[in-house]
């Protein structure tokens, strides 16, 4: 539908938002107890009661941060005192050359979001991943040795890969080279079942990438792009007469990422680079123009057409994917590029009530200095905890009840890596000059995390985590991905 039909601006009015950037919060005393939530309504597509859990038949991490949620990391136990176990590839980097505007350079390794999916099949732990080498890796997450080859794609890989939660063997992946693709990996080579273009749904109001991790529930591909669209594609996945797997795909519905408003606020450069996420019967995802709303899905699969009931307008960029708890809340960390009065109102990470949607502001801290700075980095919900990772280089630790900074401390930035805790552990990677991975002791959350362990990787990690059964798996932009592990076994 064209961007006039779009449901009617519903910014609520000015709010009164905590923004505190100096003095460190008291810790908290035992006596403390968090301010209780609304609770999230409940739903047929993903029970609520599921934040923080892992998802589906197939044991691992399968999409970004895990879940339909995006709030689950990974499986212990973290190592102690990792080594390199293995990088891949064994020679060479995985580098290729790619135009951003009118200027060509080379891209090594992986980047933002980058997080691997890891997962069990056949007795073997899968690695699969995307790179700046435009292919699409498939490799032995014990051995670090090819379990395929590459499948090659024009452009890019960004995004996260996200594979198939109820066991089929399907991969879903999208590039710079304006596709997203269904990809299957029961063949001898991994082969595209389909693809589904950046044009399919319109022309694309600002460019053709697909940077945001897909989500699949209930035979449905839930898949945002940077062509500012939202798209549910019904999958119809099953085997055919070989036993190999299969796909005949049809568009159930898609929608525009913006509006009238939006525009008249913003302008047009406007795309969706975060991941979408569901809880109950409400998908939720953000823009590049700052805009959060959430769809009713109540009713797709009965040929119900999806309708807004959330939008809130955060005044900048929110690639970081939107952070729920499981007391109702959500939690919004944004970019600080354009100085919009609105910016400098709200700051750049907010907890929102969704059940006040006329007036959902519980907190807002500035994280800003210059432009462009804020966060890029999907947040960490903790315990009482909101952990953050700054384009500056901060890292802090806030209070989710009243949203100041009970702690901080400094990394080598940007800090793209989005902060990951397993088992107690934060793990976030940085951008010193030789990169790398690091580990702070979080079970104590009213101190500066003490520091645990580092490896190098050679540059930059702005890629995010996984953690799976005693290895931490992560690409590096000096061109490859690495398996770190203890060294009893590392072997």
Known sequence: MPPSTMPPSTMPPSATVSSTTGALAPAPTASEESVPGPGWPGGSWVDPESIGEPWGSVPGVLTFRGSPTRSWHGSGPVPTDPVVAWRYPRDGKMCSLSTVGDVEKEWCGLGWTGQPAVFERDGRTWVVFGAYDRAVHFVDGISGAPMLAPLPTGDLVKGSVTVDPDGYPLAYVGSRDDLLRVVAFDRPEPTVLWSLHAEDSGQPLWNSDWDASPLVLDDHLFAAGENSRMHVVRLRRGYDADGLVVVDPEMAWFTHGWDDQLIADVGWNLSIEGSPLVIGDALWFANSGGLVQAWDIGGLT???????????????????????????????????????????????????????????????LDVRSEVPSGIWATPAVYRDLVVVASDDGEVLGVDRDDGTVRWRFELPGPLWSSPTVVDDVLLLGDCAWAGGMSAWDVSDTSVVPPSLWRVETGACVEASPTVWKGTVYVGSRDGRMYALRDPYRAG
């Open 302 to 364: 009965d040929g119900v057409r999806p309708h807004r009931t959330f939008r809130f307008w955060m005044g900048d960029d929110v690639d970081a994917t939107l952070v729920p708890d499981a007391d109702g809340f959500l939690y919004v960390a944004a970019e600080y590029e354009r100085e919009t009065e609105r910016s400098h109102e709200l700051g750049q990470l907010v907890k929102l009530d969704p059940s006040r949607p006329d007036d959902p502001v519980v907190w807002g």
